[in-house]
């Protein structure tokens, strides 16, 4: 048997045989198991949480919390009617506990308490469960009082009170379950729903079969602590490594998280608006931090969207840099070349302001990179292109590897004869550089350079083919040279 079934039966079997043995025992008995059934469940829960990776771990924790309060009320008990004497009565801390015993699953149920989630906002998820629990507890204490002492019709109507909240955190934890779109997270709903579910029809029969009738005595109680039980033994089986079921409705989840926390303030505004009615005070108290926990949860929340929003579009931008950036020589590549050529050519032609394409080749590179090597004539295409980059010195002006040793360059509002200026005064840039190439005549790396201007709309394809002839041209001239192409004319635009 796994240790998880094995040590929440092996409770239940010495539970069992203590109340058989020792009947004398059994009514003080019967309070310490009430204690100690739901302080083992927290320990179990709490090592859960220590075992989870990643966000679950807030759930069981949470769980382990809220066995705590609810072992701190039945202390109260234990200690009222064991030490004071004071059996068979109401106790106001006692049930106050139980009812906080509920807050910490709320939160869990209404809140995005997973990785990444707005921190403020889950503060005043937080905030609102905890006046939800104990306006809940006002409410039900109120109308237990509501004569002065407890009698039949205010013990049951507190009952109903209780099913009632019992009833939400079922509902709640059902749809999590359902809605939930993560290994982990589906494995902590389910365990909580089972918990819940089975919580609901023991407290359900305890309290109206078994807690209000002479013949029953304190251990009759003890029924509760099968909850307790299943909830160890969900906790101790520990984090699966097996693959479990994804939501059959993915979208369904981000609806449950975005709507979950409104209905937690729709509940503590109903509640409030109840409670005031006998208690002004607090239930204005309850409706305010309804409101604007809300309102506030809402505003930090769309802070936090927006600031990852922010936040993916810095990413993108910089992915974008990324994919439109040479990897080896650091400049704008040929896809951004394309991009820009499109996007300005589309400027460029509406403001009927001239366009220069300047096409760049490196002589001899061939025979400078079989002589050296590769890294040498990586070396080069960096040494090259950083020459180049620092002479065009108009902030648009644009420079792109084109591909190979080639390398473009985009000059706006540079008609023929400022291209060929500009042409000239990077060709001798990177002669100076004094790079050695013996197969060059001229001993050191240079370049030839062909331009093609453009004074008004037409195809860039056009701009960039006629640079390129003229780059051809250059090279046949001698290399280490600049030619250039008159301004191209417009192509008609024919009607449609």
């Known amino acids: 048997m796994p240790t998880s079934i094995l040590l929440p039966v092996a409770f239940l079997l010495l539970e069992s045989a203590f109340l058989l043995l020792l009947p004398a025992l059994r009514a003080p008995g019967a309070h310490v198991i009430m204690v100690a059934a739901p302080l083992l469940a927290a320990l179990a829960c709490a090592w859960r949480a220590r075992a989870e990776a990643g966000p679950a771990r807030t759930g ?48 869990v149920l209404a809140s995005d308490w997973r990785a990444g989630a707005q921190p403020m906002a889950r503060a005043l998820d937080a905030m609102v469960a905890a006046a939800l629990g104990y306006g809940y507890f006002l409410l039900t204490w109120a109308m237990l009082m509501v004569r002065g002492t407890p009698d039949a019709d205010s013990i049951a109507t507190m009952v109903w009170l209780e099913d009632a909240q019992n009833l939400f955190i079922v509902a709640g934890a059902l749809v999590r379950w359902y809605a939930a779109d993560e290994p982990a997270e589906r494995r902590l709903f389910r365990s909580i729903s089972a918990y819940a579910v089975l919580y609901l029809a023991l407290i359900f029969g305890n309290n109206h079969f078994l807690a209000g009738d002479p013949a029953y005595g304190p251990e009759a109680s003890t029924v509760i602590t099968l909850g307790f039980a299943l909830l160890s033994a969900l906790a101790l089986a520990g984090p699966s490594t097996d693959a479990v079921e994804r939501s059959a409705r993915p979208g369904m989840a981000d609806v449950v998280r975005a709507g979950s926390p409104m209905l937690l303030a729709g509940v503590l505004l109903i509640v409030s608006l109840f409670l005031i009615r006998v208690d002004y005070a607090h239930g204005v108290a309850g409706v305010l931090i309804a409101v604007l926990g809300y309102g506030l949860r809402n505003s930090f929340a769309q802070a936090g969207h927006i600031e990852r929003g922010d936040q993916l579009q810095r990413e993108r931008t910089e992915l974008q840099a990324i994919a439109w950036t040479d990897a080896l020589t650091g400049i704008p590549n040929r896809h951004y070349l394309d991009q820009a050529l499109a996007g300005h050519w589309h400027v460029e032609r509406r403001a009927h302001h001239p366009l220069s394409v300047l096409m760049i080749d490196i002589d001899h590179f061939k025979s400078l990179n079989d002589r050296y090597g590769h890294p040498a004539g990586d070396a080069c295409l960096r040494e090259v292109a950083r020459v180049l980059q620092a002479a065009l010195v108009r902030p648009d002006d644009v420079l792109a590897r084109y591909g190979g040793e080639e390398f473009i360059a985009l ?40 331009t093609a201007s453009a004074a008004h709309r037409g195809e860039t394809a056009r701009l960039v083919a006629a640079a390129d002839k003229a780059l051809y041209e250059a090279k046949c001239d001698g290399r280490n040279r600049v030619s250039g192409v008159a301004t191209l004319r417009a192509v008609p635009v024919q009607a449609a």
Do not use: C, K
């Not at 919390?65 to 202390?75: K, P, Q, R, T, V």
């Not at 109260?76 to 139980?98: C, D, H, I, K």
């Not at 990077?426 to 350079?449: F, K, W």
């Open 60 to 107: 069981w924790a949470a769980l382990a919390l809220s066995l705590l309060i609810w072992a701190g009320g039945a202390f109260g008990n234990l200690w009222q009617e064991l030490v004071v004497g004071r059996a068979y009565e109401m106790y106001p801390w006692s049930t106050l506990a139980f009812n906080l015993s509920a807050v910490p699953i709320a939160f």
């Open 411 to 450: 000059l706006h509002d540079a008609d023929a004869a400022g291209a060929l200026v500009v042409a000239e005064r990077l060709r001798a840039a990177v002669e100076s550089l004094g790079i050695e190439n013996p197969d060059s005549p001229y001993r050191v790396v240079t370049v030839s350079i062909g």
